[in-house]
């Protein structure tokens, strides 16, 4: 049953609802105002028994048309740092930590620039997000970027303190969910977002540094 005096998007999360039910009833969140503007909410997509999860910041312009995670530009990229870091594609479950994109437009309109969205919108957002990982059983989870490490282990985490290294996944830091795993190795890990590359006045370097990560996260699966 749905509690419609609950804040944010948590009135719109059904119970009980499998991945297919979480992603239909998305559809219709008005949490917080986000959806205003965007042209659709953007859910997650992947294997629901994926080993990796990847936790974005936000659906981009070609996503908020198209209706899917990673599809745009840092999208293309992401694919090809997972392959290069040998993960199996087929073993992700990709999404953003917030579910709409948000912008503002040029004078003309013709075009969307992504704004960062803030602390507001992230905590709005996050029953969704806290909903998915209540259906996952993943080993591992990477953020990619400063809000989806935001969104999952606190304000106070910085990508460039704390890229590249494993740690063991928060219980109830601040999605309030447990990732149980037989050996107690769930761990979480933070690195670069795919779209911070695509602007670094090194791009090979950014690249490289961003596979290098994923690749710890890769032997930590291996090892588990």
Known sequence: MVDNSAPGAERFVPDGADLDGLRAAARSCRGCDLHRNATQTVFGRGDENATLVLVGEQPGDVEDQRGLPFVGPAGVLLRRAVGDADIDVSKLYITNAVKHFKFTQTARGKRRIHQKPDRTEIIACRPWLAAEF???RPRGVVALGATAAQA??????????????????PA??????ELPQADGKAFVMVTLHPSAVLRADDREEAYAGLVADLSVAAKALRAT
């Open 172 to 177: 109830s830091a601040q999605l309030g969910v």
């Open 134 to 136: 209540g259906r996952l």
């Open 152 to 169: 999952l282990l606190g304000p106070s985490i910085r990508v460039t303190q704390s890229r590249g290294k494993l740690m063991p996944w």
